[in-house]
């Protein structure tokens, strides 16, 4: 149980483009959930936090208006990296609170390559 | 702010063998998580144990088990019986308690299993 599903796990997408990420909660409501950004070889950093029906609360340095987040329901949110540059190249992963267990849980990660 | 430290960036173990990995944080909170999550090539993002700061005994999971030093805000993770598949990333992470507290993760170690 408490699974995230995450999609897509990789794309490749052109300089200018925007490319949408989603992460589903399956068996769970999730009404936090976190994005992380991760690369190679180094931990994860946290980009933002979102509670389902509300704004996203962004890290400091986060531009907000670059990664969109949407939290528009208590199993689905989305991370739009609008006109992506090749310096947005990176692992994208979110995590859910699954209230039940007080543990977090993660998606498998998405791989954006900006080209 | 919570902060958390790992000051072995990689380490090396033989199969079978037991290895310990290190972590130690700060917080002026009383009551919290502390987690040890790993990360395998695959970059999927697996909990290993977890800690709940106001019990005393330490948390096991089979060949995992970890020495909580409260007082000393430590929090090291042993391997006992080291199998291939322990190759991976380990971070520790701290949580404070609430229902929507972010992960402050470690640096990482990684952990190369020989045989």
Known sequence: ?115 | AQTVTQSQPEMSVQEAETVTLSCTYDTSENNYYLFWYKQPPSRQMILVIRQEAYKQQNATENRFSVNFQKAAKSFSLKISDSQLGDTAMYFCAFGRTGTASKLTFGTGTRLQVTL
């Open chain 1, 1 to 115: 149980g408490a699974v995230v599903s995450q999609h897509p796990s990789w794309v490749i997408c052109k300089s200018g483009t925007s490319v949408k990420i989603e992460c589903r909660s399956l068996d769970f409501q999730a009404t936090t959930m976190f994005w992380y950004r991760q690369f190679p070889k180094q931990s994860l950093m946290l980009m933002a936090t979102s509670n389902e029906g509300s704004k996203a609360t962004y890290e400091q340095g986060v531009e907000k208006d670059k990664f969109l987040i949407n939290h528009a329901s208590l199993t689905l949110s989305t991370l739009t990296v609008t006109s992506a540059h090749p310096e947005d190249s990176s692992f994208y992963i979110c995590s859910a609170i699954v209230q039940a267990l007080y543990g977090y849980t993660f998606g498998s990660g998405t791989r954006l390559t900006v080209v």
